[in-house]
T-cell receptor
Framework: KAGVTQTPRYLIKTRGQQVTLSCSPI?????VSWYQQTPGQGLQFLFE???????NKGNFPGRFSGRQFSNSRSEMNVSTLELGDSALYLC??????????????FGAGTRLSVL | GIQVEQSPPDLILQEGANSTLRCNFS?????LQWFHQNPWGQLINLFY???GTKQNGRLSATTVATERYSLLYISSSQTTDSGVYFC???????????FGKGITLSVRP
């Protein structure tokens, strides 16, 4: 069974541009979560989707948005990029409705550099 | 929100040595996972262990939920064990994973 797949692996953008990152969960998994990792703030939760519905959102500005499709694939979008958005963005998938009762599996991440 | 503290922040070992990594959390949890972040950034699942003890080869973990801590044991360490180890918890049925700051382990040959 294939793991969580994130594309692209690396991205370089300039300030003011927008970017879209993609995450394909493990087959059969219906929950997808997104996290941002930076050296200063560590791993921070962005949002979580289950069956195309956003169930939980972290403390990030509205420039960060996401969505989930009917096949459970998810995308996140960052508009008007800032230098501080440079980070490793990680996606996790989980099989069940209750995150607390299921293991979350992470993809290899997308490393975004904003110049 | 819940606080997750990991100690020590850095650990240097000689190959073959044993180590204990600790995770303290400030509230009761429904989910606790240990991860190893490889050099390419991917978080690799080690254990899902909200309570009790589990073993997987040279690694084992124990969570004492009533005392709000978890321990990850690495025996006979190898250079490939190097990297950052994270503990992460969930406190509600459908809430986020809250991560500790990680423990950087360096195993020297």
């Amino acid at each position: 069974k294939a793991g969580v797949t994130q594309t692209p692996r690396y991205l370089i953008k300039t300030r003011g541009q927008q970017v879209t990152l993609s995450c394909s969960p493990i087959s059969g998994h219906r929950s997808v979560s997104w996290y941002q990792q930076t050296p200063g703030q560590g791993l921070q939760f962005l949002f979580e989707y289950f069956s195309e519905t956003q169930r939980n959102k972290g403390n990030f500005p509205g420039r960060f948005s996401g969505r989930q499709f009917s096949n459970s694939r998810s995308e996140m979008n960052v508009s008007t990029l800032e230098l501080g958005d440079s980070a490793l963005y990680l996606c996790a998938s989980s099989i069940g409705q209750q995150l607390a009762k299921n293991i979350q599996y992470f993809g290899a991440g997308t490393r975004l550099s904003v110049l | 929100g819940i606080q997750v503290e990991q100690s020590p922040p850095d650990l240097i070992l000689q190959e073959g040595a044993n180590s204990t990594l600790r995770c303290n959390f400030s509230d009761s949890v429904n989910n606790l996972q240990w991860f190893h972040q490889n050099p390419w950034g991917q978080l690799i699942n080690l254990f899902y262990i909200p309570s009790g003890t589990k073993q997987n080869g040279r690694l084992s973990a124990t969570t004492v939920a009533t005392e709000r801590y978890s321990l990850l044991y690495i025996s006979s360490s190898q250079t490939t064990d190097s990297g950052v180890y994270f503990c992460a918890v969930i406190t509600g049925a459908n809430s986020k994973l809250t991560f500790g700051k990680g423990i950087t382990l360096s195993v020297r040959p």
